[in-house]
Structures are given as structure tokens and as C-alpha cells.
């Protein structure tokens, strides 16, 4: 088994790799597998694996042309404290999607990275 088979992956279409790699790493708790090209770096968390396609890249140009936009899938990263992981993060500067939304499975938000891809920081239920 190959060493990229230990990873879920998600590819988010951007359009600067760079400023993807750094809000990922720097908010979310990632670190840059690779950075071959301006065009593409992965970063992961976990087995869970995010590639970051610049509009250069092979899996940009493989996007049809009338998807354009970021749809309601997100990646979901689970944290143990919302309430100062969303304080971290507004004091950072770091603009939330969502209010803070609770149910029985436990409290969420959403932000989006600088592309406007989606993603959702959930604090699971004790």
C-alpha cells in the first residue's frame, strides 16, 4: 500500500496556492506535505489529506468551466473547544461563514478558506 493511500483526500481549487498552504497551516492546525510548484502543495492533518490546486495546476484545469463557485461540501475538522477556536480565529482576523450553531451531536461554524472553499469546525457533544 502506497504511503497516499493512508489519506482521505479533498482537492479545494484556489486561486494562490500559497496564501491556501499558509491560512491552512497557520489556523487549522495543517502541515505542508509538499510544495512542488506555485501551482499545487498538499497539506495534511491527520489522515486526512488537502490538496491545494492553483489555477496552473492539472486538477484546476480538469474543473469544467461552468464550476466556478464553491459548493455546501466542506471538510469537517472536529476541535475540543469551539468557543476559543473561533476566538483564536477572530482575533486573527479570520472571517466566520456562520453563527455558532448547537444541536444534540454538538456545536459547529463554518469559515471559509481564501478562496471561499468551505470548511466546518465541529465540537462533538459530551
Do not use: C, W
Not at 43 to 72: E, F, Q
Amino acid at each position: 500500500m502506497s504511503d497516499e493511500s493512508t489519506f482521505g483526500s479533498v482537492r479545494y481549487v484556489v486561486d494562490d496556492v500559497q496564501a491556501a498552504v499558509d491560512f491552512y497551516t497557520a489556523h487549522l492546525g495543517f502541515t505542508v506535505r509538499s510544495h512542488p510548484a506555485p501551482a499545487f502543495a498538499d497539506v495534511t492533518r491527520g489522515a486526512l489529506r488537502v490538496l491545494l490546486s492553483g489555477p496552473g495546476s492539472s486538477g484546476a484545469r480538469a474543473t469544467p468551466p461552468d464550476i466556478d463557485r464553491p459548493g455546501r461540501n466542506r471538510i469537517h475538522l472536529i476541535v475540543d473547544d469551539l468557543d476559543a477556536a473561533v476566538e483564536r480565529l477572530s482575533a486573527a482576523g479570520v472571517p466566520l461563514l456562520s453563527d455558532l450553531v448547537s444541536g444534540p451531536g454538538g456545536k459547529q461554524v463554518l469559515l471559509g478558506d481564501p478562496d471561499g472553499n468551505l470548511v466546518e469546525l465541529f465540537e462533538p457533544a459530551t
